[in-house]
T-cell receptor, first 112, second 111 residues
């Protein structure tokens, strides 16, 4: 079956521009996570969605970051006025029972 | 601040040897523990999870959990060059869906 997909796979943008990253979770998975991974670092939690509940946004590093999940499925992570320190791989994961997380291939964001 | 600590490595072991990867965590309320493998340029994939003290074996992999000492380890028996990757430890607390990931240990299995 289809796994978690993310688009685009790579995104190069100029400082100050807005970017949107998309995640399509595994069908039927109610939990969706966004993480950020900088070079040589672990995964930094950004935001969590579970069903129709209010998302946990406690990991978002600044108010330039926002995310939404429409219809309990597709999610979009938006970064406004990008900065060079936003450069990282952004990983999305989905889960059925909040145990095993299935990760997408990630979006590599480069801010020039 | 809840923390998960791992030695960044690289940990180099010869082919066929046992690789031992360790992880310590600070939150005594932690209830679930996961090991993910991440190949270079790829996304993490789950290797094992463990919830109870003791050992859990799955093929060549054994996870060991000691809640009193707040550490969890992963043993890889008969290590193969294909096991060369970064191994991420993730810890979750009771009643929460949020997992704290360590920075990972890079394992190199030498042929």
């Amino acid at each position: 079956g289809a796994g978690v997909s993310q688009s685009p796979s790579n995104k190069v943008t100029e400082k100050g521009k807005d970017v949107e990253l998309r995640c399509d979770p595994i069908s039927g998975h109610t939990a969706l996570y966004w993480y950020r991974q900088s070079l040589g670092q672990g995964l930094e939690f950004l935001i969590y969605f579970q069903g129709n509940s209010a998302p946990d946004k406690s990991g978002l590093p600044s108010d330039r970051f926002s995310a939404e999940r429409t219809g309990g499925s597709v999610s979009t992570l938006t970064i406004q006025r990008t900065q060079q320190e936003d450069s990282a791989v952004y990983l999305c994961a989905s889960s059925l029972d909040s145990d095993e997380q299935f990760f997408g291939p990630g979006t590599r964001l480069t801010v020039l | 601040q809840k923390e998960v600590e791992q030695n960044s490595g690289p940990l180099s072991v010869p082919e066929g040897a046992i690789a031992s990867l360790n992880c310590t965590y600070s939150d005594r309320g932690s209830q679930s523990f996961f090991w993910y493998r991440q190949y270079s340029g790829k996304s993490p994939e789950l290797i094992m999870f463990i919830y109870s003290n003791g050992d859990k074996e799955d093929g060549r992999f054994t996870a060991q959990l000691n809640k009193a000492s707040q550490y969890v380890s992963l043993l890889i028996r008969d290590s193969q060059p294909s096991d060369s990757a970064t191994y991420l430890c993730a810890v979750g607390s009771s009643g929460t869906y949020k997992y704290i990931f360590g920075t990972g240990t890079r394992l190199k299995v030498l042929a």
